[in-house]
């Protein structure tokens, strides 16, 4: 039987527990298993490399992405780091020109150093993607919308590049989630997820996920997975699942009020520029509108330089600034100094990630009081006149 992604949400993977008919899938806070003989097990042997709760987080996100073989890591980063560990000295990968920090941080820190490298580009132009191929090149690395900037890569695209050069297209999903955007329909053969946010979307667990449809790559990326070990627990898995029932409902109370402040913000006199994928201005709205089921809740500005970015973050009352983002209540944060510290300020300032840059996480309150929070805020952080 098919269903729609909001029954998947709460019916996908494993469904409760065969054995109590519990409604929730227990929590199997073990171990080890008891063998009935030499080489003789009931599926599973040893909790690093496989247990049954683990395996229902897995396969719940799989079933979203509608991908074949999940798999379930301690945070967004093992899941990269183990991602990444599919490639060999020499090797090189085409990365979207605003990303994560900690993944600029741990190609240019740890993966450098075993001769794995990459080139920076803007994914949003498919040219730019092929100009950047060369024989050592394995892979395209693409955040969609991009983190911080909200930079929209045409996904089907890119795929058709990387596909004619016998590449991998490596998709970081994180900000939309499968319940508005599923990039292996789109022709990625990876799917990478910080669990943290959306999916746990409640700031109380660490928690990474990757998802693929080629049966070599899951068999790859398994024994990465178990030789690595950074794998996700037993509570945390059963954390993510429970977060995962709501997702629906919590993405639709998200976007609408990330729309909603984001007209707000781009019809005022208190920025210089709004980053959002659902403003018809958006340079990415098109691309977005035509890949996605929405325009996700990530909204980026830069602030005018006649308010003090640092007082606008010390007078916030509702809004909290803070790493991380995804959560229910909103979160503000400064990229220059926090989530994208480790790239070079030539580079942050090349792409535009400037000291003015503000990246807001959109909550799920009252949308009123979020705007008059954010007003409030810059208001009474107006330099004053010399």
């Known amino acids: 039987m098919s269903i729609k992604i909001n029954s998947l949400l709460i019916h996908g993977g494993t469904d409760g527990d065969e054995i109590t008919g519990a409604v929730n899938v227990p929590?199997?806070?073990?171990?080890?298993?008891?063998?009935?003989?030499?080489g003789k097990n009931r599926g599973w042997e040893y909790s690093r490399t496989g247990n049954p709760t683990r395996d229902a987080a897995e396969k719940l996100v799989a079933d979203l992405e509608k991908g074949r073989y999940g798999l379930g890591f301690a945070s967004g980063l093992?899941?990269?780091?183990?991602?990444?560990?599919?490639?060999?000295?020499?090797?090189?990968?085409?990365?979207?020109?605003?990303i994560y920090g900690g993944t600029f941080r741990i190609l240019d820190n740890v993966f450098n150093k075993f001769n794995i490298t990459y080139t920076i580009v803007d994914t949003s132009d498919p040219k730019k993607v092929e100009e950047a191929i060369d024989e050592n090149v394995k892979a395209v690395y693409v955040e969609s919308p991009a983190n911080p900037l909200l930079t929209v890569t045409d996904i089907k695209a890119v795929a058709d590049v990387a596909h004619k050069h016998d590449l991998l297209l490596i998709v970081d999903n994180t900000f939309l989630t499968p319940y508005l955007q599923r990039p292996l329909t789109l022709g990625a053969d990876i799917v990478i997820h910080s669990g943290t946010k959306y999916l746990g979307g409640h700031s109380?667990?660490?928690?990474?996920f990757v998802v693929v449809n080629d049966e070599e790559l899951s068999k790859k990326l398994y024994y990465l997975q178990n030789a690595i070990g950074g794998v996700l627990a037993p509570w945390d898995s059963f954390l993510v699942i429970r977060g995962i029932k709501t997702l629906g409902v919590r993405m639709d109370r998200h976007v609408q009020n990330a729309q909603k402040i984001a007209r707000w913000l781009s019809e005022s006199d208190y920025v210089n520029k709004v980053y959002y994928p659902g403003l018809e201005s958006d340079p990415g709205y098109e691309v977005q509108k035509k890949q996605a089921d929405g325009a996700g809740a990530m909204i980026s500005f830069v602030l005018d330089e006649r308010y003090d970015y640092r007082k606008f973050f010390e007078n916030l009352k509702m809004i909290t600034l803070a790493e991380s983002l995804?959560?229910?209540?909103?979160?503000?944060?400064?990229?220059?100094?926090?989530?994208?510290?480790?790239?070079?300020?030539?580079?942050?300032?090349?792409?535009?990630?400037?000291?003015?840059?503000?990246?807001?996480?959109?909550g799920i309150e009252d949308v009123d009081d979020l705007i008059d929070d954010l007003k409030q805020a810059i208001e009474s952080s107006l330099k004053e006149a010399n």
């Open 78 to 98: 093992a899941a990269i780091n183990t991602v990444l560990s599919l490639f060999e000295a020499g090797d090189r990968l085409v990365v979207s020109d605003n």
């Open 326 to 362: 995804g959560g229910v209540e909103s979160l503000v944060c400064h990229p220059a100094t926090m989530t994208h510290a480790a790239i070079p300020a030539d580079i942050r300032k090349e792409v535009g990630i400037v000291d003015e840059l503000i990246r807001f996480s959109v």
């Open 204 to 208: 109380d667990v660490i928690s990474g």
């Open 27 to 38: 929590i199997y806070q073990t171990t080890t298993y008891k063998q009935d003989g030499i």
